[in-house]
């Protein structure tokens, strides 16, 4: 348990830049932009349309040099061999220059972040640490304590997704107040204010649960002025500007229902990068969880491939999911054994074991299904909510309900008349589980929802919740609930919006008890 628990706060706390997008899905709880007076949206930073736009802007004091952001661009492609070459002249010719040491070790992060090589593990931490060396031959700046800083939360987050908890944690405090320091000396530093606004923000809307490791690790914070310090970078010019505005964009769009912006930045973002293969994923990403399946499709089928780029197979389990979705179970099933064969880490291998089995179940293959139900019980640990409820499917040993199951997908790829007509074929009698009887008026308020025919989504919920009561041990009840307290929300009903955000609450354990409990209480906040 104290294992899962640093994971979840390393990540809430400091998975940022390209880790962060990546990750953001199942990241920090954020708190809304308009209660802190932010604007709606930020203008999006323009793309420079080559690289050349670039070596014209002019340097700055404590500004990453113009080879720096050149490798920095080709990081955030996900191109890391490429950022590298480009920096071993500028690491060779001022080895403790901290511009090349931050993108660097960015780049090593990245890597460790996204592909969980534990192979690599001993020697790109080693080199994190040999950096921090570096840096403290450097003479003081905003730059240097800065990457001095970042670097040493790079560090702690690469010990902690790896297990090593003591040390993970220490690294983890003291980057966490390195930045402070480096707000507090360099004020006008935007970087630093975008780092610590994203700690800030992590730290300060962690669920109630997590209070006893933040004691321990001697973080506090507030949420709102986290996210006020990111919203200034976000506004203002600097090198990592454009990270503030993705930041706040899956901010508002992942626990907001705002997704408009984040719509618009991915689209933006990859029509302006066509090579950009950490744009690719924002974008499929953002699809995905707006329900636009066939959309979030296109994009994964239009990213840039080859030997260049960063394997990054958690593409083909999103890529699955919405092949899943669609019916086409046989290329659900070949996108998540590329996964599982591809991923060097454990996360989310229950989770594809579980969505291979429903491929082969709805597909009318039993020997097939019950090799990757198996498989289930086998497939790493059980840290992330996808992995819980898989592992929870297992152990309830309960056969799902086919026409539920297929309608459930169909709606979560936004195929919301499909699942409607699905739905009509459910009867319920006297043999029909407790579980179904819930899920079924629950399935039909999303498909509404999704289509928004909202007295209808708003009739449904209400059903799931009645026949659910009070401890129903499954998720549909809290969820109609939060669900009914966003649409409140959205017609200013605040009243009625705190009614069932407060319901929502009182459920007790579920397979997303965390994030939907944190999704309320942040929106009780913003009621106030």
Same mark, same amino acid.
């Given at each position: 348990?104290?294992?899962?628990?640093?994971?979840?706060?390393?990540?809430?706390?400091?998975?940022?830049?390209?880790?962060?997008?990546?990750?953001?899905?199942?990241?920090?709880?954020?708190?809304?932009?308009?209660?802190?007076?932010?604007?709606?949206?930020?203008?999006?930073?323009?793309?420079?349309?080559?690289?050349?736009?670039?070596?014209?802007?002019?340097?700055?004091?404590?500004?990453?040099?113009?080879?720096?952001?050149?490798?920095?661009?080709?990081?955030?492609? @996900? /191109? $890391?061999?490429?950022?590298? %070459?480009?920096?071993? &002249?500028? #690491?060779?010719?001022?080895?403790? =220059?901290? !511009?090349?040491?931050?993108?660097?070790?960015?780049?090593?992060?990245?890597?460790?972040?996204?592909?969980?090589?534990?192979?690599?593990?001993?020697?790109?931490?080693?080199?994190?640490?040999?950096?921090?060396?570096?840096?403290?031959?450097?003479?003081?700046?905003?730059?240097?304590?800065?990457?001095?800083?970042?670097?040493?939360?790079?560090?702690?987050?690469?010990?902690?997704?790896?297990?090593?908890?003591?040390?993970?944690?220490?690294?983890?405090?003291?980057?966490?107040?390195?930045?402070?320091?480096?707000?507090?000396?360099?004020?006008?530093?935007?970087?630093?204010?975008?780092?610590?606004?994203?700690?800030?923000?992590?730290?300060?809307?962690?669920?109630?649960?997590?209070?006893?490791? @933040? /004691? $321990?690790?001697?973080?506090? %914070?507030?949420?709102? &002025?986290? #996210?006020?310090?990111?919203?200034? =970078?976000? !506004?203002?010019?600097?090198?990592?500007?454009?990270?503030?505005?993705?930041?706040?964009?899956?901010?508002?769009?992942?626990?907001?229902?705002?997704?408009?912006?984040?719509?618009?930045?991915?689209?933006?973002?990859?029509?302006q990068q066509h090579d950009n293969l950490l744009f690719t994923y924002l974008r499929t990403s953002v699809e995905k969880r707006q329900h636009h399946g066939a959309a979030a499709l296109a994009a994964y089928r239009a990213r840039p491939t080859g030997p260049g780029y960063l394997p990054t197979a958690y593409l083909h389990h999103m890529a699955a999911d919405l092949l899943l979705y669609r019916g086409e179970y046989a290329a659900s099933e070949r996108e998540n054994l590329a996964f599982l064969h591809e991923f060097r880490g454990h996360h989310y291998r229950k989770d594809a074991a579980f969505k291979l089995y429903l491929a082969m179940w709805l597909s009318g293959q039993p020997v097939a299904a019950a090799k990757y139900r198996a498989l289930i019980n086998q497939a790493g640990p059980a840290d992330v909510e996808e992995d819980v409820y898989a592992q929870h499917y297992y152990q309830e040993a309960t056969a799902l309900n086919p026409i539920l199951t297929k309608a459930r997908l169909q709606s979560d790829g936004g195929y919301d008349r499909e699942a409607l007509s699905t739905l009509w074929a459910f009867h319920t009698n006297q043999t029909t589980l407790w579980r179904d009887r819930i899920e079924a008026p629950y399935r039909r308020a999303r498909a509404y929802q999704g289509l928004g025919r909202l007295d209808s989504a708003w009739f449904y919920f209400e059903q799931t919740q009645t026949e659910a009561g009070p401890k129903a041990p499954y998720y549909y009840a809290p969820q109609a609930a939060l669900q009914q307290g966003y649409m409140a929300q959205s017609v200013g009903n605040k009243p009625t919006a705190r009614l069932y955000f407060q319901r929502a609450l009182r459920y007790p354990w579920h397979e997303y008890k965390n994030s939907t409990d944190a999704k309320a209480k942040l929106a009780l906040r913003e009621l106030k």
């Open positions: 348990m104290a294992s899962r628990l640093l994971s979840v706060a390393a990540f809430c706390i400091c998975a940022r830049r390209v880790g962060l997008v990546l990750a953001l899905a199942g990241g920090p709880l954020l708190a809304p932009a308009r209660c802190l007076n932010l604007p709606e949206a930020v203008e999006i930073q323009h793309l420079p349309d080559n690289v050349e736009q670039l070596e014209n802007q002019n340097q700055k004091p404590d500004a990453l040099s113009t080879n720096s952001r050149r490798a920095y661009a080709e990081v955030m492609k @996900l /191109r $890391l061999d490429a950022g590298r %070459a480009l920096l071993r &002249t500028e #690491l060779a010719s001022a080895p403790t =220059a901290p !511009a090349p040491l931050l993108v660097a070790n960015c780049a090593d992060f990245v890597e460790l972040l996204i592909t969980q090589d534990a192979s690599r593990y001993d020697a790109l931490t080693a080199t994190q640490t040999a950096r921090l060396d570096a840096l403290d031959d450097a003479p003081a700046s905003a730059l240097r304590d800065y990457a001095r800083a970042e670097i040493t939360l790079h560090l702690g987050l690469s010990q902690l997704l790896f297990k090593h908890l003591v040390v993970g944690g220490y690294h983890l405090r003291s980057g966490y107040h390195q930045m402070q320091d480096v707000v507090k000396q360099y004020p006008t530093f935007l970087p630093a204010r975008k780092t610590l606004g994203v700690c800030e923000f992590a730290v300060g809307s962690l669920p109630e649960g997590y209070h006893w490791l @933040l /004691r $321990l690790l001697g973080l506090t %914070a507030n949420s709102d &002025t986290g #996210l006020q310090r990111l919203g200034q =970078a976000a !506004a203002q010019p600097n090198d990592f500007q454009l990270e503030s505005q993705i930041f706040l964009a899956l901010i508002r769009e992942s626990y907001y229902k705002k997704p408009a912006e984040a719509l618009r930045l991915a689209e933006q973002l990859t029509t």
